[in-house]
């Protein structure tokens, strides 16, 4: 099946300064990637994806490339903010149906004011 | 909104009891998702189900089995509780099984079995 790798495990970073988050997946056929922010004592929440059909996208601070040929993807954090401060996890998912996504072991990601 | 609920937000039990965690959705979705989480280890899936009365192993099903008697619940169902199976475990549920349907998860209930 996928397996899914997620680096760094922890990441702290000044405000105001980017974080990046590299992601690496396994299985050439996955096409779907997400992004989920976990804030302390909540569930995971979605905050971005991308297609396999997409090199790029944005959305506002944030934004995720994917790079089909090296199987990897990367989610970007611009002008950090205190409440950026969570744990990130990144999955993928392929043409199998069910829509079952392998996670990442996820990236705790530390805003210092 | 999309509301996932879990029964329980901490749960203490002990080992050899048969333990059930609840979880509702209240969108109509299809797909209903365990997951359970553990540091270092990330989200790792225990079971699926993309229909009521229908369920799929996910990576982790030993020592679990579910039920999804109605379309907005999904249970998880620890038959005798362990100590290894102290844990935060999340809920998720998504509209259909499309690929890119987005999992909308519950806020966990963590598990300890003393």
């Known amino acids: 099946g996928e397996n899914v790798e997620q680096h760094p495990s922890t990441l702290s970073v000044q405000e105001g300064d980017s974080a990046v988050i590299k992601c690496t997946y396994s299985d050439s056929a996955s096409n779907y990637f997400p992004w989920y922010k976990q804030e302390l004592g909540k569930g995971p929440q979605l905050i971005i994806d991308?297609?396999?059909?997409?090199g790029e996208k944005k959305d506002q601070r944030i934004a995720v490339t994917l790079n089909k040929t090296a199987k990897h993807f990367s989610l970007h954090i611009t002008e950090t903010q205190p409440e950026d401060s969570a744990v990130y996890f990144c999955a993928a998912s392929g043409p199998y149906g069910n829509n079952r996504l392998a996670f990442g072991k996820g990236n705790q990601v530390v805003v210092i004011p | 909104d999309v509301k996932v609920t879990q029964s329980s937000r901490y749960l203490v039990k002990r080992t050899g009891e048969k333990v059930f965690l609840e979880c509702v959705q209240d969108?109509?979705?299809?797909?209903m998702f365990w997951y359970r989480q553990d540091p270092g280890l990330g989200l790792r899936l225990i079971y699926f189900?993309?229909?009521?009365?229908?369920?799929e192993k996910g990576d982790i099903p030993e020592g679990y089995s579910v039920s999804r008697e109605k379309k907005e619940r999904f249970s998880l169902i620890l038959e005798s509780a362990s100590t290894n199976q102290t844990s935060m475990y999340l809920c998720?549920?998504?509209?259909?099984?499309?690929?890119?349907?987005?999992?909308?998860f519950g806020p966990g209930t963590r598990l300890t079995v003393l």
């Open positions: 189900s993309y229909d009521v009365k229908m369920k």
């Open positions: 991308i297609r396999s059909n997409v």
């Open positions: 969108m109509d979705h299809e797909n």
């Open positions: 998720a549920s998504s509209r259909t099984g499309g690929t890119t349907d987005t999992q909308y």
